[in-house]
T-cell receptor, first 115, second 111 residues
Framework: EAQVTQNPRYLITVTGKKLTVTCSQNMNHEYMSWYRQDPGLGLRQIYYSMNVEVTDKGDVPEGYKVSRKEKRNFPLILESPSPNQTSLYFC??????????????FGPGTRLTVT | AQSVTQLGSHVSVSEGALVLLRCNYSSSVPPYLFWYVQYPNQGLQLLLKYTSAATLVKGINGFEAEFKKSETSFHLTKPSAHMSDAAEYFCAVSSASKIIFGSGTRLSIRP
């Protein structure tokens, strides 16, 4: 089954304790992206990757890191989480066509609470 | 710069009534436009997309949207609402490497 998986689905942590949210896709997609969803703000892009070893900042990259060492995986790293990073996080992937018309496939989400 | 505005954070309709969710966009180049749906505790899934082939786009579950360049709009409609349509709906505009989402509209269906 074609899918994007994220782990963990739920995470409660404390300020400053490094964490990683994993994302994996089995569709051989070049493009992967991380979003955060907050009430009234929709989805905002954190980082994206057009291919292996190619990553770029989205609209809200501060406090986050990513890496793309393999095509299928795109982990999101919070080196020193803060309460304002409490949010619902989504990973997504798509096949790039170079025209922007590609559909994105979303993971089920990770609900992160930082106390 | 591209942007998306969804009018109405919450829309409530009766079962069987017309659903109309509004989306206006801003784009300096011909846009690619999408509607995604998010059911409770799930990720987003594509309802439909406009890629300049036809101005009236049909999607899944009986939804459709019409691209109107003169009005910079891409409103989502369904002739007859069903209880299972209750969800949050996001309009989005895309360029080659970036997609911008609207703030979302929560659709409630009254029995």
């Amino acid at each position: 089954e074609a899918q994007v998986t994220q782990n963990p689905r739920y995470l409660i942590t404390v300020t400053g304790k490094k964490l990683t949210v994993t994302c994996s896709q089995n569709m051989n997609h070049e493009y992967m992206s991380w979003y955060r969803q907050d009430p009234g703000l929709g989805l905002r892009q954190i980082y994206y990757s057009m291919n292996v070893e190619v990553t770029d900042k989205g609209d809200v990259p501060e406090g986050y890191k990513v890496s793309r060492k393999e095509k299928r995986n795109f982990p999101l790293i919070l080196e020193s989480p803060s309460p304002n990073q409490t949010s619902l996080y989504f990973c997504a992937s798509s096949s790039t066509t170079g025209t922007g018309s590609y559909e994105q496939y979303f993971g089920p989400g990770t609900r992160l609470t930082v106390t | 710069a591209q942007s998306v505005t969804q009018l109405g954070s919450h829309v409530s309709v009766s079962e069987g009534a017309l659903v109309l969710l509004r989306c206006n966009y801003s784009s300096s180049v011909p846009p690619y436009l999408f509607w995604y749906v998010q059911y409770p505790n799930q990720g987003l899934q594509l309802l439909l997309k406009y890629t300049s082939a036809a101005t009236l786009v049909k999607g899944i579950n009986g939804f459709e949207a019409e691209f109107k360049k003169s009005e910079t709009s891409f409103h989502l409609t369904k002739p007859s609402a069903h209880m299972s349509d209750a969800a949050e709906y996001f309009c989005a505009v895309s360029s080659a490497s970036k997609i911008i989402f609207g703030s979302g509209t929560r659709l409630s269906i009254r029995p």
